[in-house]
């Protein structure tokens, strides 16, 4: 299976449980719907949705933005039909199940605004396929997203360095790193640290939002080697550091 393919089957698996385990992500979507709500956007923007999940970023703005039409897609058939079973009975809302490097829109479509919380970190070329996305803007509108960045799990990978291991979490971008990627892109970041009551907790949760497929190329710790880790990850408080970046990206001209 492809690694899309496993990025896929392990977010299906957790639709069911994920908004169990999902307080980053709540938090982060609420943060990326302030600063959508503060868009110069038109009264009543056509908005498309990438790796929507269980629809958290949707709840978020819902009462700050008037849409006219919001189609919700994801990756996942499973997380998009969550998402219909939360908001299917809005007006003017559509899922569709789709890779958000592959969109399935005729060349002529456009939207005024097009979003994404947490799912971009996912994507197999970041830079080229955020600029194809851009370009399906209509004239005035904005991509708004949040991606993981460089510091997230870094307790996590210091724990496999200290006992000679690499960790199988994926490399992520520097915020600076980001902006460079795309003309007239503005990159905030934020830290937050989630305290765990213990290691396995931590992989528990990772597990619970469908988010543990190693970085290419990476083979799962033996059980003996896991266990060590664990201890040195506890040993250090059991906590760990997500690194969220928000970017915003205007149409380009
Ligand atoms: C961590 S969840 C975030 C979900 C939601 N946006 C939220 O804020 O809770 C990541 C989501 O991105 C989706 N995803 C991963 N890769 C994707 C891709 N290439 N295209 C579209 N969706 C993708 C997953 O299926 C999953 O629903």
Redesign the pocket.
């Given at each position: 299976m492809t690694r899309?393919g496993q990025?896929?089957e392990a977010?299906?698996l957790a639709a069911a449980t994920?908004d169990r385990h999902?307080d980053i992500?709540?938090h982060?979507?609420r943060r990326l719907a302030g600063v959508v709500a503060g868009l110069p956007l038109p009264p009543r923007p056509r908005v498309l949705?990438?790796?929507?999940?269980?629809?958290?970023?949707h709840e978020a703005l819902q009462p700050r933005l008037a849409y006219g039409e919001w189609i919700f897609?994801?990756?996942?058939p499973d997380?998009a039909a969550r998402a219909r079973e939360r908001f299917g009975a809005l007006p003017h809302t559509r899922y569709v199940v789709?890779?958000?490097?592959q969109p399935c829109f005729g060349l002529d479509v456009r939207f005024d605004l097009i979003v994404?919380?947490?799912?971009f970190q996912?994507?197999e070329r970041l830079g080229e396929s955020v600029a194809a996305l851009r370009r399906m803007l209509a004239p005035g509108g904005w991509l708004a997203f949040t991606t993981m960045a460089r510091d997230s799990f870094h307790e996590w990978r210091q724990a496999h360095r200290q006992l000679g291991l690499e960790a199988a979490t994926p490399a992520y971008p520097a915020p600076a790193d980001l902006a460079a990627l795309w003309p007239g892109a503005r990159v905030d970041e934020e830290h937050i640290t989630q305290e765990y009551q213990s290691g396995r907790d931590f992989l528990r949760q990772l597990k619970g939002?469908?988010?543990q497929v190693p970085a290419p190329g990476r083979q799962p710790l033996t059980p003996g080697a896991l266990a060590r880790v664990i201890r040195c990850f506890e040993d250090h408080g059991a906590r760990s550091t997500y690194h969220v970046a928000t970017c915003r990206l205007p149409a380009e001209r």
């Open positions: 899309k990025v896929r977010f299906g994920y999902a992500q709540r982060v979507a949705e990438i790796g929507c999940g269980t629809g958290f970023l897609s994801d990756l996942s997380m789709m890779d958000g490097e994404s919380s947490l799912s996912w994507f939002i469908g988010a």
